[in-house]
T-cell receptor, first 111, second 114 residues
Framework: SQQGEEDPQALSIQEGENATMNCSYK?????LQWYRQNSGRGLVHLIL?????REKHSGRLRVTLDTSKKSSSLLITASRAADTASYFC???????????FGTGTRLKVLA | SAVISQKPSRDICQRGTSLTIQCQVD?????MFWYRQQPGQSLTLIAT?????????ESGFVIDKFPISRPNLTFSTLTVSNMSPEDSSIYLC???????????FGQGTRLTVV
């Protein structure tokens, strides 16, 4: 079963706007990772945030983690048409080390 | 980092046959996992491949249907047995070098069962 649940399931925004995706999970984790997948392509690792971190930045990406609420968010600022993809969170269970993927958010950025 | 070679990259198979997918890593890794991604869906964990012992399967997946081998720390195979069209998916191998670390993915095997 999916441990991560993401919302929204789909998001459509204009180029230049910010996109926020949320992920909730159920168990204790070592870290949480975000991936991007373009249609029909492989997974691209975006960012890893560890359980003792609250916020992390990478270029136009900002990830937050709230372990008390078992939730994370991914913010993409100043979005571009090339950001159009599906985004997945993958928390790593601290007991089993398994990565369980969320349901994903399909982002569409309109030029 | 870890570089993963997954073979075959794609295949079209007849129903009732079996396909074995190979995952080769360029360095020793602690953890190896197999996932399935059905069309338009997220990744679902099939099993954890354990070196030298039986794989650990997730709910809904059984060894008879998805036998897995992991003879050493750099190689694993997943077999999809007695295939039906419902098995048409992308199958991905994933590895982790240590406990608290990034998961690396192969490019996947796109399987179509006709």
């Amino acid at each position: 079963s999916q441990q991560g649940e993401e919302d929204p399931q789909a998001l459509s925004i204009q180029e230049g706007e910010n996109a926020t995706m949320n992920c909730s999970y159920k168990t204790s984790i070592n870290n949480l990772q975000w991936y991007r997948q373009n249609s029909g392509r492989g997974l691209v690792h975006l960012i890893l945030i560890r359980s003792n971190e609250r916020e992390k930045h990478s270029g136009r990406l900002r990830v937050t983690l709230d372990t008390s609420k078992k939730s994370s968010s991914l913010l993409i600022t100043a979005s571009r048409a090339a950001d159009t993809a599906s985004y997945f969170c993958a928390p790593q269970d601290s007991g089993t080390y398994k990565y369980i993927f969320g349901t994903g958010t399909r982002l569409k950025v309109l030029a | 980092s870890a570089v993963i070679s997954q073979k075959p990259s794609r295949d079209i198979c007849q129903r009732g046959t079996s396909l074995t997918i190979q995952c080769q890593v360029d360095s020793q890794v602690t953890m190896m996992f197999w996932y399935r991604q059905q069309p338009g869906q997220s990744l679902t964990l099939i099993a954890t491949a354990n070196q030298g012992s039986e794989a650990t399967y997730e709910s809904g997946f059984v060894i008879d249907k998805f036998p897995i081998s992991r003879p050493n720390l750099t190689f694993s195979t997943l077999t999809v047995s007695n295939m039906s069209p419902e098995d048409s998916s992308i199958y991905l191998c994933s590895v982790g070098k240590t406990g608290d670390t990034e998961a690396f993915f192969g490019q996947g095997t796109r399987l179509t069962v006709v």
